[in-house]
């Protein structure tokens, strides 16, 4: 028997166009009346509201008028070109009239293409257990379950987690209920929220979450004339047309927040109904094997393998158990059975604490075909620390993406062949990614191969460029370092040597190495000789001093030799060798020059991974005696300023530390080490100070964080310091420990008020772990910034030209003055009374103006001893030097400089007062006062 879903109609008549409206009562639109156009208006609302959008009639249920889209869109655009005229206070009362004409044609023309539909639609309540057990949460990066939701009454309280700038879901699914497209979703959403969603989006999916998602039977509120972002009270999310009726199981909803919304978000699910409910039958979840080709993947013969103690004690993730197993077997690959993790990813990571690598690596492993559980992603990454932290995600291998409806089987060689940062990696991750609607389960795979490129460290430069050559009878060569556009590289030119070897000899000075080398060099094509053999060693000493034969690179003589070859040794050498000798051979006859070019010279120095076994350095060139230059004038940053310290630790982590006051007085500072960079710790200070700062640390000496830097700097506020204004220490091959003293005197004027924070800066070595690290900040102080008017610091006297009033012709406001001269004679500005400062306490003037004129004589007055205000000054005291559009120069009362900078201008003052004046000239003369200062001597 067909039910006639009345129930939806009230629900679809909320979802129409509600207009309200009494035409222009207050007569706010000059008269022009609209009451006519407000009620063709609900009409049309009226109309549309309980329409539904479809393309057969058998998918609309009896009772319920139906159009297409096109006729939707069509009178959807009539209704809004009517709300345009009616909004619009500058319509007259012709283009009113037209407009409720025209929708009303509109509106007849839709009601003649209704459609009756004939379909047979039962709306079904969501199961309660389903809504309150299955329902699932998306935050974005990586948080899931990022909600909860609890039964209130008749309807349902949802809280999530709000997103910054994008889309936080909520996935209503069904596991074993199975419905039709057709949905009816009503919320409520609050009006005091914090944070309020600028969207509302609506779908239908097959599958768990996002699994199938049937985009056509989306509601989006950006299409919904009835509300307005940002959207608060009731909303009425449906869809009740469309094509096809199959079994969906996941009805999701979108809520889309603005930038900077990171809260929580709190609202009602009133109602949840969907379609004709199906007896469930599982989808057939038989995807088709897919194996990348990998193949071609390159195998740099200086690869050597993982540990195999290390493969053994890897480490899983998948969100539950965290818990594998991995068995060596005898033909020297291993088995490996983790969890999978639906809808995300399981982590296999593999990390050793005795062998440091480049990003450079290779991974061989074989996935099963015949298993219930499928990825459909691999993704291999290199870490500094364990699992994923610190990862090189632009080393990583995603070349094992399943194409849509198959999964991930067979050999797949992941790698990564590119560069050689200065950042030893400890750890190799896998990831495997599954389907959301994948069940939990066991999955076994085959590692068979793991090998990683032995960290290196690039040849200093210097020592690159003062590379040695000899070629038997010509020890002569030349090396540059590569342009701007090669940068990192070496262009090397030497005597070719007839038939015998040329070789080049690369001195480290204080550069030892053992273990490793990798030489990468390029050979022309075009070249007038090319070399038949390439030969590479490590050496003692400069040039062939004790050569380490056993260290040798051969190509053997299979040449000639052209393009990129990386010339390497990668194992079988211990000591301390300082040079990598390269012989190029060549065929008799070859007597000239021979260009080639070097792209990646480096080694595995002593010690590199040693950064435990570094030297404790304490700076001692800034211990106590450094205190006697302290400036005065000196004071503490404020404890709530300190305490206030934010500590970026990078990567994310937040917060990156704290800092603890002490019954001392001093400060505990506790950060949480960044692998791939430096901390900071950014300390406000509110008051504002100039560039002159102070501090006393005290940095552990027994640790297991080393750091090898520390910069202090003056910030202007956001966390970014001004490094010209900074301390700095450091010293090669050494991390700072125990008490220094650092400080900045600064070079800029006392008064500079522009410094907000001190920002504190920890680098670390490229060998450094995870983990926490604490020191003591003692003391911190720093030269406060001056007062803008009055007396400084420095001696000076900072005049305040608020302060100066007009006497005879001039006006005065703020820091501007007008002098009405078209009668002539000399106008002036004298100071008030209570401006508090004697001239013959001073030498100079320091003046600084603009002004619109280019033309006119300034002058300054000097009040003579017992002249009163405003009268007896005295005209040999005055100077009337020429301006050009700019500041001037006015020195010992005589002598004038025209310039257009604005760089510093003193005068001599004989007495106790002063005043402006300007000589006669055709116009009205304005200036601009921006600086007068008075200084006990000249600069």
Not at 806 to 825: L, P, Q, R
Request: glycine share 10%; proline share 4%; charged share 15%.
């Amino acid at each position: 028997m067909k039910k006639a879903w009345l129930f939806m109609l009230a629900a679809l008549l909320a979802c129409g166009l509600l207009v309200t409206g009494c035409g222009d009562v207050n007569n706010d639109d000059g008269g022009v009346v609209k009451t006519a156009l407000t009620i063709e208006l609900q009409n049309a609302a009226n109309a549309k509201a309980p329409v539904v959008v479809n393309t057969d009639a058998a998918n609309v249920a009896t009772g319920t008028k139906w159009v297409t889209q096109a006729v939707m869109d069509t009178f959807t655009t009539a209704i809004a070109s009517a709300q345009g005229v009616l909004a619009d206070k500058a319509a007259t009362q012709t283009a009113v009239d037209k407009a409720v004409a025209d929708l009303k044609a509109a509106t007849k023309t839709f009601t003649e293409a209704l459609q009756d539909g004939t379909g047979e639609i039962t709306m079904t309540d969501f199961p309660e257990a389903a809504i309150l057990g299955g329902t699932t949460f998306y935050a974005g990066d990586g948080v899931q379950d990022a909600g909860s939701i609890t039964k209130n009454g008749d309807s349902y309280s949802v809280t999530i987690k709000t997103r910054d700038g994008a889309q936080s879901a909520i996935y209503f699914n069904a596991s074993d209920f199975a419905f039709s497209y057709n949905y009816q979703l009503n919320i409520t959403l609050p009006t005091e929220a914090t944070y309020k969603p600028n969207r509302v989006y609506a779908f239908a999916a097959t599958g768990l979450g996002e699994v199938g998602v049937f985009w056509g039977s989306a509601y989006d509120s950006d299409n919904d004339t009835t509300v307005t972002s940002p959207y608060t009270g009731v909303i009425n999310a449906y869809n009740m047309g469309g094509a096809g009726d199959g079994e969906y199981r996941t009805i999701g909803l979108y809520l889309y927040f603005d930038a900077g919304a990171t809260g929580e978000y709190t609202f009602t699910v009133d109602t949840l109904k969907v379609g004709n409910k199906h007896e469930w039958t599982e989808p057939d979840a038989e995807l088709e094997p897919w194996t990348p080709d990998t193949s071609a993947a390159p195998a740099p013969a200086y690869l050597v393998d993982f540990p195999e103690a290390d493969i053994l004690a890897a480490s899983f993730f998948d969100n539950d158990s965290n818990t594998g197993t991995i068995t060596k077997e005898n033909d020297g690959s291993y088995t490996i059975t983790g969890k999978s993790r639906p809808g995300a990813q399981s982590i296999i990571a593999f990390t050793s604490e005795t062998l440091a690598f480049s990003d450079n690596y290779l991974v061989t492993i074989t996935l099963p075909e015949e298993t219930s559980v499928k990825p459909n992603r691999v993704y291999v990454y290199p870490a500094t620390g364990t699992l994923d932290t610190g990862v090189t995600w632009n080393g990583g291998f995603d070349g094992a993406t399943a194409p849509s409806g198959k999964y991930v089987t067979g050999e797949i060689k992941a790698y990564n062949q590119g560069g050689f940062p200065d950042a030893a990696h400890k750890t190799v991750g896998i990831y495997l990614y599954w389907d959301a609607n994948q069940a939990a389960g066991d999955y076994t795979f085959k590692l068979s191969a793991l090998k990683v490129a032995p960290f290196t460290k690039a040849f200093p430069k210097a020592d690159v460029l003062a590379a040695t050559f000899y070629n038997g009878t010509d020890s002569s060569g030349t090396i540059a370092e590569g342009t701007e556009a090669a940068a990192g590289t070496y262009t090397v030119t030497i005597k070719a040597r007839d038939g015998a070897q040329s070789a080049i000899y690369f001195n480290g000075t204080d550069f030892a190495f053992s273990d490793h080398f990798i030489l990468g060099i390029t050979l022309p094509a075009d070249a007038t000789y090319k070399p038949n053999r390439v030969y590479a060693f490590a050496a003692v000493g400069p040039g062939e001093n004790a050569v380490n034969w056993d260290s040798a690179y051969d190509s053997g003589t299979n040449g000639p030799y052209t393009g990129a070859i990386d010339v390497y040794n990668q194992g079988g050498f211990t000591g301390e060798f300082k040079t990598i000798g390269l012989y190029l051979y060549f065929d008799a006859g070859a007597t000239g020059d021979y260009t080639f070019t070097v792209n990646t010279i480096r080694a595995t120095q002593v010690d590199a991974g040693g950064a435990k076994d570094l030297e404790a350095y304490t700076p001692s060139d800034f211990g106590d005696e450094f205190v006697a230059g302290l400036p005065a004038g000196m004071a503490d940053v404020p404890e709530a300023d300190i305490l206030a310290s934010s500590i970026f630790s990078g990567s994310g982590v937040t917060p990156g530390g704290t800092v603890k006051k002490e019954a001392d007085g001093s400060y505990t500072v506790t950060v949480k080490v960044r692998l791939d960079g430096f901390n900071e710790i950014t300390i406000p200070v509110t008051a504002g100070f100039s560039d002159k700062f102070f501090g006393t640390l005290t940095l552990p000496e027994t640790t297991e964080h080393k750091p090898t830097r520390v910069i202090i700097g003056a910030s202007k506020g956001s966390g970014i310091a001004d490094w010209g204004q900074s301390f700095d220490v450091q010293q090669a091959d050494k991390y700072i420990a125990g008490k220094f003293n650092a400080s900045h005197w600064g070079t800029l004027a006392a008064a500079d008020p522009s410094y907000s924070a001190i920002c504190i800066d920890l680098y670390w070595g490229p060998d450094e772990t995870a983990g926490e690290y604490t020191f003591t900040l003692n003391t911190l102080k720093v030269k406060p910034a001056a007062p803008t008017y009055g007396k400084q610091a420095d001696g000076t006297y900072t005049l305040d030209p608020t302060k100066f009033i007009a006497w005879y012709g001039a006006s005065f406001g703020s820091n501007n003055a007008t002098f009405d001269v078209t009668e002539g004679g000399v106008w002036y500005l004298f100071p008030t009374t209570d401006l508090e400062f004697n001239l013959a306490d001073y030498a100079k003037l320091l003046i600084n103006y603009t002004t619109t004129t280019s033309a006119a004589g300034i002058s300054v007055k000097v009040l003579g001893t017992g002249d009163t205000y405003g009268s007896g000054y005295l005209l040999t005291d005055i100077v009337y030097p020429t301006l050009n559009n700019g500041a001037i120069i006015i020195q010992d009362g005589s002598d004038w400089y025209g310039g257009t900078t604005t760089t510093t201008h003193f005068t001599t003052l004989k007495t106790n007062g002063l005043g402006f004046g300007l000589t006669k000239n055709s116009d009205t003369f304005n200036m601009t006062v921006t600086a007068l200062t008075l200084s006990p001597a000249a600069p």
